[in-house]
């Protein structure tokens, strides 16, 4: 039985029954789970192979997070040494370190 036919089912029991609150529970539960069902469907994710594809993204994910993270370091470090260079060679200029060597 699929959960269409289950979904129709406790929604004729609720009609014939005057929808007590087990079997509203029950369409409730149903109407969720096939509402989930479609909209995994939807995505692409509702075959088994669902949770390695996930596994996959979170990886590449994190993998994206630390290369972003990395490169950020890397860039800050080299204009941290670039303007340490710069005050090097102001310093030099200012003491007359080019009139020293020639």
Do not use: N
């Not at 039985?1 to 007590?20: K, N, P, V, Y």
């Not at 069902?37 to 990886?59: F, H, K, M, T, Y």
């Not at 990395?70 to 040494?81: F, H, P, T």
């Amino acid at each position: 039985m699929t959960r269409e036919d289950m979904l129709t089912r406790l929604i004729a029991q609720a009609e014939s029954d005057g929808g007590d609150l087990v079997t509203l529970r029950a369409v409730v539960e149903e109407a969720t789970e096939l509402g989930a069902s479609r909209v995994l469907g939807r995505l692409g994710l509702g075959d088994e192979d669902a949770q390695d594809d996930i596994d996959e993204l979170r990886e590449l994910l994190s993998a994206w997070r630390d290369a972003k993270a990395s490169a950020w370091k890397a860039a800050i470090e080299w204009l941290v040494r670039a303007v340490l260079a710069l005050l090097l060679i102001g310093i030099a200029v200012r003491l007359g370190v080019g009139d020293m060597l020639s």
